[in-house]
């Protein structure tokens, strides 16, 4: 009766041992589950954005001040989530109304001098000492005239009390003109300071905002790299054991295909006769190797 066989392949116990043991070690690592026990969490694998900074914020702020808006709130990430009630007023505002103040019909008169009127008072005073020192001199020139008490006297008397009145009044105009011309002067100026003011604190402030934000850019470019850095530690730990067992695997498939292999065959029906393991090992064809296994056996 005919007799079925079935053959197997293997190879060296080694090879199998090493393929048993890469086997286990996969079987394990697959089962190393992000955040168990000694694994990185999906949090700590995956990317993070670094929160801002309080320079960052501190730019904000200031840009937030000049615009006029109120105090900034910030999220837990750093985030701006909304503004206080502000003024409305921006930084440049006050001097451009200072410089309005100084533009109107009435500017001068801030810029009119304490002391003006007390020169002026001074000014009239002598002036009025001197008109009186000429009145007894007008006596005299009519006495020598022989006009002394006449209508002549009268006359000079009036013309020259009409002459000084006219040059006090003239005196007075002109010390009046002095002091608004010069106040008109010193207004025109502080107009012109305040304007300039205007134009210039915006440029100061963006200023400061520039060099806040570039100090808080850089920072936050620090801590994004030290994240960065943590996220690529926490990968190379979590991938490291994967790494060495496909080292292993490898190895492993390098090394059988050049080991020795066994085929063995076991007879599986037909008269129910055993076959022996010579008959086996001649119908198998097995190697050098395995045929002085079996002979030493």
């Known amino acids: 009766m005919a007799t079925d066989y079935t053959q197997t392949v293997r190879r060296s116990a080694p ?14 690592q697959v089962g190393r589950a992000p955040g168990s026990v000694g694994v990185p969490t999906l949090a700590e694998l995956g990317p993070q954005i670094s ?4 320079l960052t914020q501190a730019a904000q702020q200031q840009a937030a001040t000049q615009a006029g808006l109120g105090q900034l709130t910030f999220g837990a990430e750093g985030q701006v989530t909304g503004t206080g009630q502000g003024t409305g007023v921006a930084g440049y505002q006050p001097f451009l109304d200072q410089a309005a103040a100084y533009s109107g019909p009435q500017a001068f008169q801030s810029f009119m001098s304490p002391y003006q009127q007390q020169v002026i008072n001074t000014t009239l005073q002598d002036f009025d000492t001197q008109t009186a020192q000429g009145v007894p001199q007008l006596a005299a020139n009519a006495i020598n005239a022989g006009a002394f008490g006449g209508g002549r006297e009268g006359v000079a008397s009036a013309q020259y009390a009409s002459d000084a009145a006219q040059n006090r009044a003239l005196l007075q105009a002109r010390l009046l003109g002095q002091g608004f011309t010069q106040a008109n002067v010193l207004a025109n100026q502080g107009f012109d300071q305040q304007r300039n003011l205007a134009s210039l604190q915006p440029s100061l402030a963006a200023s400061g905002v520039q060099q806040l934000g570039a100090a808080g850019t850089g920072n936050l470019a620090f801590q994004q790299a030290l994240l960065d850095a943590q996220q690529q530690q926490n990968q190379l730990a979590y991938n490291e054991p994967l790494s060495r067992i496909q080292a292993f695997g490898s190895g492993i498939a390098s090394q059988a295909s050049g080991s020795p292999t066994t085929t063995q065959s076991i007879g599986t029906g037909g008269g129910g006769q055993a076959v022996g393991p010579l008959s086996q090992a001649l119908s198998a064809g097995l190697s050098a190797y395995g045929l002085g296994s079996i002979f030493g056996s």
Not at 15 to 20: K, L, M, V, W
């Open 15 to 28: 090879i199998e041992a090493a393929q048993e043991n890469y086997l286990d070690l996969l079987t394990q």
């Open 51 to 54: 929160d801002q900074n309080v």
